[in-house]
């Protein structure tokens, strides 16, 4: 094993993982990819920042153990500056981090409660999921893994509040219309071409528009809540606009969760 290869700690299901998953792949960086049981990220994740970040993704790279996806695509972006994701115009640049910034905080947090809660109260697309989540024997044993991520869900995100829920559809509007806003009659948020804003917007809405170049497998059909919530936003030009990033720029696809990896990258061993 290449030991100076960059090693990937993440969640298959998580949009900040793919967040970080989808640079790596922009900018074709081999690497390898562990992906433990959650709940077990939270120590593995401290130990690896020496205390700074309690969550995947954490991405070490030369020696160096990195976490929030942020700050790993800065480090990738250091490390490997072709193909860019930041903007060479400084005003553009300024523009991308904000949005990036902005995605990350009063979206991210919402939607994955929303999506959370929405598959804890459906048992049976629940356990289906936690078969893809779950690594090695656990997932073989569906039970008893839904009953473990539906306790670690709601300790670690509060996911079964209805009213939290519910703040966090209207939180996820409210992101999906500065969406369409930010960008007005353009093709991306910050210039020309895809940057790191476009790359986080699309990225952290998957779990709403779930493209097909998504993490999530094909046959994982939404919860009937999330399904009735996500209708009417299909028609939107914001959601045509993710599933158009992923279609266009998630090259090279990465694979859903459970299915073998792409030889480009290693998968989680």
């Known amino acids: 094993m290449n030991d100076s290869?960059?090693?990937?700690?993440?969640?298959?299901?998580?949009?900040?993982?793919?967040?970080?998953?989808?640079?790596?792949?922009?900018?074709?960086?081999?690497?390898?990819?562990?992906?433990?049981?959650?709940?077990?990220?939270?120590?593995?994740?401290l130990w690896l920042t020496r205390g700074s970040q309690a969550t995947f993704p954490v991405l070490t790279l030369d020696g160096r153990a990195t976490g929030d996806s942020t700050a790993i695509i800065a480090a990738l972006e250091q490390r490997y500056p072709e193909p860019p994701l930041y903007p060479a115009d400084p005003e553009q640049?300024?523009?991308?981090?904000?949005?990036?910034?902005?995605?990350?905080?009063?979206?991210?947090?919402?939607?994955?409660?929303?999506?959370?809660?929405?598959?804890?109260?459906?048992?049976?697309?629940?356990?289906?999921?936690?078969?893809?989540?779950?690594?090695?024997?656990?997932a073989k044993m569906s039970r008893v893994a839904a009953g473990y991520g539906r306790a670690f869900t709601h300790l670690r995100y509060r996911v079964r509040d209805p009213k939290a829920a519910e703040r966090a559809r209207a939180e996820v509007l409210v992101a999906f219309d500065r969406l369409e806003e930010e960008l007005g009659d353009g093709e991306y948020l910050a210039g020309d071409s895809f940057t790191v804003a476009d790359l986080t917007a699309a990225s952290l809405f998957y779990p709403l528009v779930l493209p097909e170049e998504g993490p999530l497998p094909a046959d994982l059909t939404p919860p009937a809540g999330f399904e009735r919530f996500r209708e009417p936003l299909k028609e939107r030009r914001g959601f045509k606009w993710v599933a158009e990033m992923f279609r266009r720029h998630r090259n090279p696809a990465e694979r859903r969760a459970g299915a073998p990896a792409p030889p480009a990258t290693a998968g989680a061993e």
């Open 93 to 138: 640049l300024r523009r991308a981090l904000e949005l990036e910034d902005h995605f990350d905080t009063q979206l991210g947090p919402q939607i994955r409660l929303l999506a959370w809660h929405e598959f804890g109260n459906d048992r049976e697309r629940f356990a289906k999921l936690m078969t893809y989540v779950a690594p090695g024997p656990l």
């Open 5 to 45: 290869k960059p090693t990937l700690w993440h969640i298959d299901v998580s949009h900040y993982s793919e967040k970080v998953r989808w640079a790596l792949a922009h900018k074709k960086v081999e690497h390898r990819r562990r992906a433990p049981v959650p709940g077990a990220h939270i120590p593995i994740a």
